[in-house]
């Protein structure tokens, strides 16, 4: 599945942002994730959501580092996932990547980016201090 990944920009730090990564086709069955990879490092997982059926909560899965500060979240009617990014700090700078996978999970999420199949271009975050 093609992913369309949108919403970075230069923020201060505390401030917010809101990135949208759009599949272009249903959504429905799909496993969403955001990763990020900062200049010299690897790519680490930022937040994951799974899916569910209509009526269930999907789980979710934050890296350490973003608990209570990022949210993520998905709109299976518009065929888009979100990621909710309020206090950045400037060690969130980083090309954030968003990744699709139908393969069932039987954690309800998947947490390794290897298990993804698809990925969106990148959108660049920039936090200055």
């Known amino acids: 599945v093609q992913l369309q990944a949108s919403g970075g920009g230069v923020v201060q730090a505390g401030g917010s942002l809101r990135l949208s990564c759009t599949t272009g086709?249903?959504?429905?069955?799909?496993?969403m994730g955001w990763f990020r990879q900062a200049p010299g490092k690897e790519r680490e997982i930022v937040a994951v959501?799974?899916?569910?059926?209509?009526?269930?909560?999907?789980?979710?899965y934050y890296a350490d580092s973003v608990k209570g500060r990022f949210t993520i979240s998905r709109d299976n009617a518009k065929n888009t996932a979100y990621l909710q990014m309020n206090s950045l700090k400037p060690e969130d700078t980083a090309m954030y990547y968003c990744?699709?996978?139908?393969?069932?999970?039987?954690?309800?999420?998947?947490?390794?980016?290897?298990?993804?199949?698809?990925w969106g271009q990148g959108t660049l975050v920039t936090v200055s201090s």
């Open positions: 959501i799974g899916w569910t059926n209509i009526g269930s909560v999907s789980r979710t």
């Open positions: 086709r249903t959504f429905r069955g799909y496993y």
């Open positions: 990744a699709a996978d139908m393969t069932f999970s039987s954690t309800g999420v998947k947490t390794d980016d290897r298990e993804y199949d698809s």
